[in-house]
């Protein structure tokens, strides 16, 4: 019998975030395969002179594969050491994680994203901020324009600004973090849609939208409904899935200028109780179909 893992945060064991974990775990025993839950504290890592070695605090065997359900890229590396297939992959996790390199890598296979600069790394602690490179750095975009850092949830790291004091402001708070200078795409303001993609298939679609904040996210309270992608945005979102090499994820599309879909970001770590609620698709099952056509193949 084919045996395999969930891997969660242990300090993110909330409702929200275990719910895909046990999705994952009832589809698995509909198609007759063992699937735990496992913390990733319940996990000791050790690096050895024998080499790589991953012990279950309750001893339990090492499984057939896993869902990684967290951001503990270390973790992942470590599973992907010992040979066990791993999805998301530790680097699709972390490409991810990291919106900077999440860009980098959509841009490299030439996708339609808004027009990105990143901003210079500063070590924190700098004693005098010269701030007139970031002024030159705003000077490929109009107002408003968005920043975004590179690592963040639910939205709550991206700002709108609006004029040179707003932005100067900002970078002054955020100087010494990754983080991206962004065309904003005004037609957009306020909606998006969610894509949740599975193996070379969509599986569901949402759209999101809020009268009251630039940003989408349900997290910050926008309204959710059903929604039927378009084959143009279907095959942007597969191939902005295949370009961080994700096996799952939820791909976040916003309308351009023309209608035309631009992909806002990709999350490997997407929550699905809202496309469980407004589609009814269960999304577990097209993942455990995909890796185990991909393990028994």
Same mark, same amino acid.
């Given at each position: 019998? /084919?045996?395999?893992?969930?891997?969660?945060? +242990?300090?993110?064991?909330?409702?929200?975030? @275990?719910?895909?974990?046990?999705?994952?775990?009832?589809?698995?025993?509909?198609?007759?395969?063992? !699937?735990?839950?496992?913390?990733?504290?319940?996990?000791?890592?050790?690096?050895?002179?024998?080499?790589?070695?991953?012990?279950? #605090?309750?001893?339990?065997?090492?499984?057939?594969?896993?869902?990684?359900?967290?951001?503990? #890229?270390?973790?992942?590396?470590?599973?992907?050491?010992?040979?066990?297939?791993?999805?998301?992959?530790?680097?699709?996790?972390?490409?991810?994680?990291?919106?900077?390199?999440?860009?980098?890598?959509?841009?490299?296979?030439?996708?339609?994203?808004?027009?990105?600069?990143?901003?210079? $790394?500063?070590?924190?602690?700098?004693?005098?901020?010269?701030?007139?490179?970031?002024?030159?750095?705003?000077?490929?975009?109009?107002?408003?324009?968005? !920043?975004?850092? =590179?690592? =963040?949830?639910?939205?709550?790291?991206?700002?709108?600004?609006?004029?040179?004091?707003?932005?100067?402001?900002? *970078?002054?708070?955020?100087?010494?973090?990754?983080? *991206? @200078?962004?065309?904003? !795409?005004?037609?957009?303001? +306020?909606?998006? !849609?969610?894509?949740?993609?599975? +193996?070379? /298939?969509?599986?569901?679609?949402?759209?999101?939208? %809020?009268?009251?904040?630039?940003?989408?996210?349900?997290?910050?309270?926008?309204?959710?409904?059903?929604?039927?992608?378009?084959?143009?945005?279907?095959? @942007?979102?597969? $191939?902005?899935?295949?370009? *961080? =090499?994700? %096996?799952?994820? +939820?791909?976040?599309?916003?309308?351009?200028?023309?209608?035309?879909?631009?992909?806002?970001?990709?999350?490997?770590?997407?929550?699905?109780?809202?496309?469980?609620?407004?589609?009814? *698709?269960?999304?577990?099952?097209?993942? @455990?179909?995909?890796? #185990?056509?991909?393990?028994?193949?």
């Amino acid at each position: 019998m /084919m045996n395999g893992w969930v891997i969660y945060n +242990g300090h993110l064991a909330g409702d929200a975030f @275990l719910q895909f974990p046990e999705q994952v775990k009832k589809t698995g025993k509909q198609k007759n395969i063992k !699937i735990e839950l496992v913390a990733n504290n319940h996990l000791r890592n050790k690096l050895t002179n024998d080499g790589i070695l991953l012990e279950h #605090i309750k001893g339990w065997e090492l499984p057939s594969f896993v869902i990684f359900h967290d951001k503990d #890229i270390a973790l992942a590396r470590q599973l992907e050491l010992l040979g066990i297939p791993v999805y998301n992959s530790a680097q699709s996790v972390e490409l991810c994680d990291n919106k900077v390199l999440m860009y980098q890598q959509l841009a490299k296979n030439q996708l339609n994203i808004p027009q990105t600069v990143i901003a210079p $790394k500063i070590f924190a602690n700098t004693s005098a901020l010269d701030l007139e490179p970031f002024i030159q750095l705003a000077e490929s975009f109009s107002y408003p324009f968005v !920043i975004k850092e =590179g690592f =963040g949830s639910f939205g709550e790291q991206v700002y709108l600004v609006h004029n040179e004091k707003e932005y100067m402001e900002k *970078v002054k708070q955020i100087y010494d973090r990754p983080f *991206v @200078l962004q065309e904003f !795409i005004e037609s957009s303001y +306020g909606k998006d !849609i969610r894509i949740f993609v599975a +193996g070379d /298939m969509v599986a569901a679609a949402l759209q999101r939208s %809020s009268a009251t904040d630039f940003r989408a996210n349900v997290h910050l309270g926008s309204n959710v409904e059903k929604y039927e992608a378009t084959l143009q945005e279907a095959e @942007l979102a597969l $191939k902005a899935a295949k370009a *961080v =090499g994700a %096996s799952y994820c +939820g791909v976040d599309l916003l309308f351009g200028r023309d209608g035309e879909p631009v992909v806002c970001e990709v999350n490997t770590n997407a929550h699905v109780a809202n496309i469980l609620k407004h589609t009814g *698709v269960n999304v577990a099952e097209p993942i @455990l179909e995909h890796i #185990i056509s991909e393990i028994t193949q």
